[in-house]
């Protein structure tokens, strides 16, 4: 499973970022999506998933400020990010499974950085 994950960099505080994440049609249209993060020393945590539906799932800390969405076009899930917060640092990980919580397959991470 292949998946694709670009649109990480640094950004100042309060201030806004989109991740994408693009994979094959049979991955997309079968599967969950998501991203998880992982921060230094810390555990990777889920911050969001889709299922092929559409409906999404987000972790408290950013429920409000991030959203998460499917372009069937051309097999991409997009995480929006605004009003980011320093603790929002971190590797983002793009994921895919059979559930909500993701975790069968893996993309390269893209680090995130919120900082003035």
């Known amino acids: 499973v292949q998946l694709q994950a670009s649109g990480g960099g640094l950004v100042q505080p309060g201030g806004s970022l989109t991740l994408s994440c693009s994979t094959s049609g049979s991955i997309f249209r079968r599967y969950y999506m998501g991203w998880y993060r992982q921060s230094p020393g810390k555990e990777r945590e889920l911050v969001a998933s889709?299922?092929?539906?559409?409906?999404?799932e987000y972790r408290d800390s950013v429920k409000g400020r991030f959203t998460l969405s499917r372009n069937n076009a051309n097999n991409t899930i997009l995480l929006q990010m605004s009003s980011l917060k320093p603790e929002d640092t971190a590797v983002y990980y793009c994921?895919?499974?059979?559930?909500?919580?993701?975790?069968?397959?893996w993309g390269q991470g893209t680090l995130v950085t919120v900082s003035s």
């Open positions: 994921s895919a499974g059979s559930s909500w919580i993701l975790y069968d397959a």
């Open positions: 889709i299922n092929t539906a559409g409906n999404t």
